[in-house]
Nanobody
């Protein structure tokens, strides 16, 4: 079992930045790929970014490339999502997730409760 707690969401103007944090506890953190997803009102939960066990491999959805950066520190059991040049369409609840699989689609075995990000125009 892995427990995930997100923080760092808030209200920001378009063009601004936010850094989301996800604190993990429970099973060995370094055994999991970590990812960020988001869900806007009335829409499905969408993949944003993921990072491999050791942090050397990252993936981003097209809309996040060049603006968002995912990182992790296995010694601290933390993963972050640095978001820059934020747009109103980035408004959503952002979720941290952990996945046991080494590769393939990021399904997510454990999820946090989410943190709200709101971007005003």
């Amino acid at each position: 079992q892995v427990q995930l707690v997100e923080s760092g969401g808030g209200l920001v103007q378009a063009g601004g930045s936010l850094r989301l944090s996800c604190a993990a506890s429970g099973r060995i953190f370094s055994n999991y790929r970590m990812g960020w997803f988001r869900q806007a009102p009335g829409k499905e939960r969408d993949f944003v970014a993921s990072i491999s066990y050791g942090g050397g491999i990252t993936f981003y959805t097209d809309s996040a490339k060049g603006r968002f950066t995912i990182s992790r520190d296995n010694a601290k059991n933390m993963v972050w999502l640095q978001m820059t040049s934020l747009k109103p369409e980035d408004t959503a609840v952002y979720y941290c997730a952990a996945d046991r699989r080494i590769s393939g689609p990021f399904i997510g075995d454990y999820w946090g409760q989410g943190t709200q990000v709101s971007v005003s125009s």
